[in-house]
């Protein structure tokens, strides 16, 4: 007699309707269900130009990251003029961002001097046609301006950083940075006028003084050496109209510390680190 068949799927859930865990059924009425995914807000496009406040401290050489946080929290970053204390405000290179009052800059300080020739206006304004910017604009990144000024048609040293503490001292009319101008007038300077440059006179009310005057050596009493902290050379101008010269060309042969040795006209010179400590301890 024969043994009945074992039914081997005794005991073992299988159709439609199980929870067949082991080859799971996607028929109809067991697919799984979808959940619904809420459409994602747009995002605003950030700004390329724009940091982080902590970021734009701590590159100014001020202190780390993390100690920028700190300082905005309790109040002592400014931008444009607002105290800012959100963590993550960001800022563009063109805010004016103070710490503790004074005005600090992210970018990497430069120093660089030009030997400017005739033609060519002290301005960072466009429209103004040839620039001194235009002369530098391969000098550096940074975003450095002119310090004091040369008329269009005067030549000579004019020096340009990104530094506001130096710049200060070009500016400070006390103890500013002296520069030496060579001088031609359209005759000879009389010995009584060249006394009373030396001596100072008033002019509309306003005294006017100069560092030193003097004849230059080998040349026509037409050619004049003069040294003023004035970071314009408007007062040149006011000088020789006063006393009835005209002036028939002005060269800025020294900064300071700085001539044009090396320097052809019309091409510029980074500073060295020397050059510019010196120039922080005038």
């Known amino acids: 007699m024969s043994k009945p068949r074992e039914n081997k799927s005794k005991g073992k859930p299988s159709g439609r309707g199980h929870n067949n865990t082991r080859n799971q059924s996607n028929a109809r009425g067991n697919a799984p269900i979808k959940k619904q995914v809420a459409p994602k807000k747009a995002q605003k496009p950030s700004n390329p130009d724009a940091i982080r406040l902590n970021k734009y401290v701590a590159n100014s050489g001020i202190c780390s990251r993390r100690d920028a946080d700190m300082h905005i929290a ?3 970053v400014s931008v444009n003029g607002k105290i800012v204390t959100e963590m993550g405000y960001k800022v563009k290179l063109e805010d004016e961002v103070r710490f503790d009052g004074a005005r600090i800059n992210p970018e990497k300080k430069a120093y660089v001097l030009l030997n400017k020739p005739k033609g060519f206006a002290t301005t960072t304004s466009e429209g103004k046609g040839r620039t001194v910017m235009d002369l530098v604009a391969n000098a550096t990144n940074s975003r450095i301006k002119p310090i004091g000024r040369l008329g269009r048609n005067s030549k000579g040293l004019l020096f340009f950083t990104n530094d506001d503490l130096v710049a200060k001292k070009f500016t400070n ?4 940075v002296p520069r030496l101008f060579q001088i031609e007038l359209d005759k000879n300077l009389k010995v009584e006028d060249l006394k009373k440059i030396r001596e100072g006179f008033k002019v509309e009310g306003k005294l006017i003084t100069v560092e ?3 004849y230059i050596d080998g040349g026509s009493k037409k050619e004049i050496g003069l040294k003023i902290k004035n970071t ?3 007062i040149i101008r006011t000088i020789f109209d006063y006393l009835k010269y005209d002036v028939i060309s ?6 300071g510390h700085l001539t044009k040795k090396d320097i052809p006209r019309g091409h510029w010179k980074h500073l060295t680190e020397q050059e510019v400590n010196t120039l922080k301890m005038l």
């Open 74 to 76: 309790t109040g002592l």
């Open 173 to 176: 009319s006390k103890n500013g």
């Open 212 to 214: 030193e005057i003097s």
């Open 232 to 234: 314009g050379n408007t």
């Open 250 to 255: 002005v060269d800025c042969v020294a900064i």
